[in-house]
């Protein structure tokens, strides 16, 4: 009984030099850390995307945020992000994330909310595009400006795409993590770019 009491404690080691096995926890660092190494690739494309998103809501539009698979939750919490429900200490901004599961809900909602001169952002860090197809397409036709995080494989998604960030080959999880990243720095620069303007 006596062991479930005692306190833990976890120490980093001091000194980067020691020779620690290649476990779990150091494999998944390992990973994600060549991933994000590989992500300062895409610097200047995301300071381009965020530039045209803060031009859209600077004009009066919003910003529709989508996603399938696990990115559905990192488009929810983008778009609050930007509304000011999880940030309430900057100017809130027209975003909302849509949400369906059927193959036609996200074009039907994006054609009932999209207006020219909205932007769209798909989410889709690896799971296949499935409905995010028909929302692109019909987005596109509806003159929304188009933008794709999307992960290596969905090229057909791409070509629907006016603006296409994408994420390099990893496992599902870190490429998940890499999304939420990027998002949160688009996020940033979209509002540095609206506070400068």
Do not use: Y
């Not at 990973?31 to 381009?48: H, I, N, S, Y």
């Not at 698979?69 to 849509?98: F, K, N, Y």
């Not at 409905?131 to 188009?146: F, K, M, N, S, Y």
Request: charged share 15%; aromatic share 4%.
């Amino acid at each position: 009984m006596a062991l479930l009491t005692e306190p833990l404690q976890f120490l980093v080691p001091a000194a980067h030099g020691l020779s620690v096995p290649v476990g779990g926890f150091l494999r998944a660092w390992q990973a994600q850390r060549m991933l994000f190494d590989e992500l300062l690739g895409l610097q200047v494309a995301l300071e381009q995307t965020a530039q045209r998103l803060a031009n859209c809501l600077g004009a009066g539009g919003k910003l529709l945020w989508c996603g399938q698979g696990a990115s559905v939750a990192t488009a929810q919490r983008l778009a609050a992000m930007l509304s000011g429900v999880l940030r309430p200490d900057g100017r809130p901004l027209a975003a909302l994330a849509l949400s369906g599961m059927g193959m036609d809900v996200l074009a039907r909602q994006v054609q009932a909310l999209g207006r020219p001169g909205d932007a769209i952002v798909m989410l889709s860090a690896g799971a296949a595009p499935g409905p995010l197809l028909e929302a692109a397409r019909a987005a596109a036709d509806g003159a929304l400006l188009v933008v794709g995080l999307l992960g290596p494989a969905p090229e057909e998604l791409a070509a629907d795409c006016h603006l296409t960030l994408q994420l390099p080959e990893a496992p599902p999880e870190r490429r998940e993590e890499a999304e939420l990243f990027l998002g949160h720095c688009l996020c940033g620069l979209i509002r540095d770019q609206l506070a400068g303007a």
